[in-house]
């Protein structure tokens, strides 16, 4: 792979942002490949700097096409389905400039937009449902998860999981020094670092990875965690 910067899981495949190649990768679970879609240009199917990927509820793959500033959105078959812009009161088409992309288990996404500073909310035919402007306590999303609770955005610089109502509210943080990746799961919330990962869901439990993974970002399905590095994907098998 060339720099993957994001994964997402669901029950039968693996989705990969492949930015290098502007593609999106389609795997199964024993890292087969069984799809691509893109290459550069600004076309359907195509890409621009993708960022981010979602396909959380397994029936839509939404990725954020960061220099053409919008969503592109396709079913499980890798068929386009719409691309997710902004309107202005006035009627014409604005751009975002989408970074990270959470959906949560109803199909309501949650963007993150770069130049305006805000997070969109829209349902799962992707009307606006509400916006809010991130907290001054973050400087940035480098990525953003959803639960059924709140949304958690994690920050690299300041090494920092903030903690959001579903409202946009502020609601404390959680330090993660040297965390590198961050996933959320009914279970709880998994961390990686360079050589281990934890798991907490009231207790917290520790594995050693026994090499050293420098992670993109990682997901979870069932008792299975992918961790994507920026040319390769790891699979470990772990019960919590």
């Known amino acids: 792979m060339d720099n993957a910067t994001s994964i997402s899981i669901t029950q039968n495949h693996i989705y990969v942002v492949e930015q290098g190649k502007h593609r999106l990768l389609k795997l199964d679970h024993s890292g087969k490949l069984l799809d691509t879609i893109g290459g550069r240009?600004?076309?359907n199917y195509q890409f621009s700097k993708p960022v981010d990927v979602d396909a959380t509820n397994g029936l839509k793959i939404f990725v954020t096409d960061y220099n053409n500033r919008r969503v592109q959105v396709f079913d499980r078959r890798g068929q386009f389905l719409s691309s997710l812009t902004a309107r202005n009161s006035f009627g014409s088409t604005d751009r975002y400039?989408?970074?990270?992309i959470a959906v949560?288990?109803?199909?309501?996404v949650y963007l993150v937009d770069e130049d305006q500073e805000r997070v969109f909310h829209f349902d799962l035919d992707y009307n606006l449902l509400d916006?809010?402007?991130?907290?001054s306590e973050i400087d940035k999303i480098d990525d953003l998860l959803v639960s059924s609770t709140q949304l958690i955005a994690f920050e690299h610089e300041t090494n920092t999981l903030h903690k959001l109502l579903l409202?946009?509210?502020y609601n404390g943080f959680i330090p993660a020094e040297d965390v590198q990746s961050?996933?959320?799961?009914?279970?709880?919330?998994?961390?990686?670092?360079?050589n281990r990962m934890e798991f907490e869901n009231g207790d917290q439990k520790s594995v050693e990875f026994g090499i050293s993974i420098d992670a993109k970002d990682v997901a979870v399905q069932r008792s299975a965690i992918f961790i994507l590095a920026d040319n390769a994907l790891y699979k470990i098998i772990f019960s919590p």
Do not use: C, K, Y
């Open 41 to 43: 240009g600004s076309g």
């Open 97 to 100: 400039q989408p970074t990270e």
């Open 104 to 108: 949560n288990n109803f199909g309501e």
């Open 131 to 135: 916006e809010f402007r991130i907290p």
């Open 167 to 169: 409202n946009g509210s």
């Open 182 to 194: 961050v996933a959320v799961s009914a279970e709880g919330l998994w961390m990686i670092f360079d």
